[in-house]
């Protein structure tokens, strides 16, 4: 069944970590390049701010749906190799 009760799951601090982690990588090339195409550092700075707070909330729904959605995941057994 595809939404299945997954056998582990990812716990929310988990998620939260991957989305602040991303969100930096992000919000420094959206502001670096907001900043280059407008050549002004406020319009950078505001639409780095802007999508900071809309994408991450976004991305942490994102990553909490594909966690409930059990297709192509595998429990590995003890005896099997990773």
Not at 14 to 32: A, P
Not at 57 to 78: C, I, M, P, Q, T
């Amino acid at each position: 069944m595809l939404f299945s009760k997954p056998k582990w799951v990812e716990k929310w601090p988990r998620s939260f970590s991957k989305v602040i982690s991303w969100r930096v990588t992000v919000t420094l090339s959206n502001f670096l390049g907001a900043w280059w195409t407008s050549g002004s550092m406020a319009a950078g700075l505001g639409f780095a701010g802007f999508a900071l707070v809309v994408n991450s909330a976004l991305y942490f729904v994102h990553e909490r749906a594909w966690n409930r959605v059990s297709w192509a995941k595998d429990v590995a057994s003890e005896t099997e190799p990773v």
